[in-house]
């Protein structure tokens, strides 16, 4: 079992930034490839973007793409999601998630964290 926390979200004016993180004390975080998927209410997770295990093989949704980076340190057993220029329609839940192979469908993610509200006013 794989627990996930994610932290660093908050109320932030549009073209701010934030930087979320997701820990782990799995000792075998590097073996997993990670991704940020985001939700509004009623509505489903959207994927954001996903790194592979080493740290490279980043991908990013249209809407995020040259605002939003992601990362990882395997020695802390961190991702992280670096966002620039955020806009109000921002504004979800922003999950982490964890599987054995890249892709952007959340279904097939094993593991999850409990999110973190990421707000932006306009």
């Known amino acids: 079992q794989v627990q996930l926390v994610e932290s660093g979200g908050g109320l932030v004016q549009a073209g701010g930034s934030l930087r979320l993180s997701c820990a782990t004390s799995?000792?075998?975080?590097?073996?997993?490839?990670m991704a940020w998927f985001r939700q509004t209410p009623g509505k489903e997770r959207v994927f954001v973007a996903t790194?592979?295990?080493?740290?490279?093989?980043?991908y990013y949704s249209d809407s995020v793409k040259g605002r939003f980076t992601v990362s990882r340190d395997n020695a802390k057993n961190t991702l992280y999601l670096q966002m620039n220029s955020l806009k109000p329609e921002d504004t979800a839940v922003y999950h982490c998630?964890?599987?054995?192979?890249?892709?952007?469908?959340?279904?097939?993610?094993?593991?999850w964290g409990q999110g973190t509200q990421v707000t932006v006013s306009s």
């Open positions: 790194v592979g295990r080493s740290g490279g093989s980043a």
């Open positions: 799995q000792r075998t975080f590097s073996a997993y490839d």
């Open positions: 998630a964890a599987r054995f192979g890249v892709t952007r469908d959340p279904t097939l993610y094993d593991y």
